[in-house]
């Protein structure tokens, strides 16, 4: 199958990862296969036409292993099994050959901070005694206080409130996240045997590669030392604290990379790191550990040429620095969709539009989040009776729903060919407009966003400047950016207001079409355009 594997650019058989543009498919809103109203394995199945044809390398699917749900998957009970809700193994692996049959690598999300409460091991720590082996493998500790009655440190749950529960016998119990997910214990050996086990169980079946949940938290600060001060609940802030971004972390992630070396075809390990610096997320792709990291910095920064720039040249010098790629993403399941971070609306899509051409012609490799080809924003309307994500139940401003509203594929029809003629309704229910915003509404449109991604993709495909490599800015105008790689040229106006200057060439794509006036182009407001130089 791996010879129907193609690289980005022809000749280039090695590294594949270095440029690739890698799909997110957040299963549960991706494709409905079965009717329940809630995306699986045979959904995304049915889709892989449009996924190769879109022009992406690779997908990561987030997780579909067993799991109660309390975080959508991300609590995992069963690593070795899909959970019904999203099909079995053998769909697993029949989308795994499906995939490879349609050019598409695949990576898998591995949850290895936590486990669900519903784990196997979890039970057992429940069952056995303080003390036990069993309760080893999670992180239990008397509480403090008189009477054991306080938390045993003052950390945070990322979703809010204490980090600890209390179980009936009197210990308490870590969970960085939800109560329903307990953090594992990263210092007992049995957890890297059984992670290891479990890297290899899915690398036999044919996965591509992992994204890595929380690849800076597994391994906790010894003594586990109070922060010192409430407001903890960011994943990502320029302190250092006690429980993400320890040194000890990176040891994992030099035996998980000799694991993937150890399988042929470059097998990846991506991680999902909110470090506080760029030069601390370097850490992680140094060559012998992961070899990606999200750049969630690119991610955060705000509609602004001098931020932009900034954010840019740090990411490259930095992961230059230890030989890896940059990455680039605007959007995934976790955050507000940018079309709606940039304003919304007109000028949300017009921002996010120049912001995809911005990110696919920068050096590297670049994520998309489902729907963002399609110019889906945030749906801040959801009916309250939908919210379940567990971050919106402990901080109602910061509900990640919005972001994972289920796909529409139609331009009519319930639920918007999500599902099929019959299905139950989605398990979010979708805005009345996005007809307008489907698939079929913008497939056959060069002008659509979907058409612009996919031209864009085709072209970053066709030149060799583009992917991997490096970038020379150029000299442009306050509000914009410029940077040439070889006789390509990128312009971005991030200004509100058309801008003049000398044409650099030809265009060979713009999100918005620029005018020309002789030698001078005036570029739209909020654009990008790609260009040929005609020096060269
Ligand atoms: C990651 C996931 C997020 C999940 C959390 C806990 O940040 O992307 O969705 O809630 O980890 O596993």
Redesign the pocket.
């Known amino acids: 199958m791996t010879e129907l594997i193609h690289d980005h650019h022809a000749g280039t058989a090695t590294a594949w990862w270095r440029d690739a543009v890698i799909y997110q498919v957040y299963v549960r809103s991706f494709a409905d296969g079965n009717g329940d109203g809630v995306g699986d394995l045979l959904g995304i199945r049915g889709k892989l036409d449009y996924l190769a044809e879109l022009g992406v390398d690779a997908l990561w699917l987030t997780p579909f292993y067993t799991s109660p749900m309390a975080?959508f998957g991300?609590d995992v009970a069963d690593y070795r099994d899909v959970d019904p809700i999203f099909g079995t193994l053998a769909d697993a692996r029949g989308l795994l050959d499906d995939a490879h049959a349609h050019g598409l690598r695949v990576i898998v999300d591995v949850?290895p901070?936590?486990t669900s409460d519903r784990h196997t091991w979890f039970r057992q720590a429940l069952a056995a005694e303080p003390g036990s082996p069993e309760r080893e493998r999670y992180i239990f500790r008397e509480g403090a206080g008189e009477n054991g009655e306080l938390p045993p440190n003052d950390w945070e749950s990322i979703f809010g409130g204490p980090a600890w529960t209390r179980l009936p016998d009197g210990q308490w119990y870590l969970h960085l996240?939800a109560p329903e997910?307990p953090d594992l214990n990263w210092e007992n050996p049995e957890v890297h045997a059984e992670f290891a086990s479990i890297l290899k169980f899915w690398l036999d079946l044919g996965v591509d590669g992992f994204r890595i949940?929380?690849a800076h938290g597994m391994v906790k600060a010894a003594g586990l030392p109070d922060v010192g001060h409430p407001d903890q609940v960011k994943?990502i802030g320029s302190e250092v604290v006690p429980f993400f971004d320890q040194d000890g972390v990176h040891e994992i992630h030099r035996a998980w990379r000799r694991l993937l070396d150890s399988y042929p075809g470059e097998r990846i390990g991506v991680a999902?790191a909110w470090a506080p610096t760029p030069e601390r997320l370097a850490g992680y792709v140094r060559p012998d550990e992961l070899h990606q990291a999200f750049n969630f910095h690119f991610l955060t920064t705000p509609w602004d040429a001098e931020r932009f720039r900034a954010v840019i040249e740090e990411s490259v010098l930095t992961a230059g620095l230890v030989g890896a790629p940059t990455t680039w993403v605007l959007s995934n399941?976790?955050v507000k969709r940018h079309v709606t971070r940039y304003g919304g609306g007109e000028l949300g899509l017009r921002r996010a539009r120049a912001a995809a051409l911005l990110m696919l012609a920068l050096p590297g490799s670049v994520y998309i989040y489902q729907g963002e080809e399609l110019g889906l924003p945030e749906v801040l309307d959801l009916p309250e009776e939908f919210l379940r994500d567990p971050q919106r139940l402990r901080n109602p401003e910061d509900g990640r729903d919005g972001c994972r509203v289920p796909i529409p594929w139609a331009v009519s029809g319930p639920d918007f060919g999500f599902g099929f003629p019959g299905s139950q309704d989605s398990w979010l229910p979708m805005p009345g407009s996005w007809g307008e915003l489907s698939v079929e509404a913008q497939l056959d449109d060069p002008d659509s966003t979907l058409g612009l991604y996919r031209t864009a993709l085709a072209v970053r495909r066709e030149r060799e400047e583009l992917g991997d490599g490096s970038l020379t800015w150029l000299k442009s105008p306050e509000g914009t950016l410029a940077f040439g790689r070889g006789a390509f040229v990128c312009t971005v106006n991030l200004t509100g207001a058309p801008v003049d200057l000398p044409a650099p060439g030809r265009v060979l794509l713009a999100s918005d079409p620029p005018a020309f006036d002789g030698e001078t182009v005036r570029l739209a407001p909020d654009s990008t355009v790609w260009w040929e130089r005609d020096d060269d």
Do not use: T
């Open positions: 975080d991300y949850v901070n936590h996240f997910q949940d929380v994943m999902e399941h976790d």
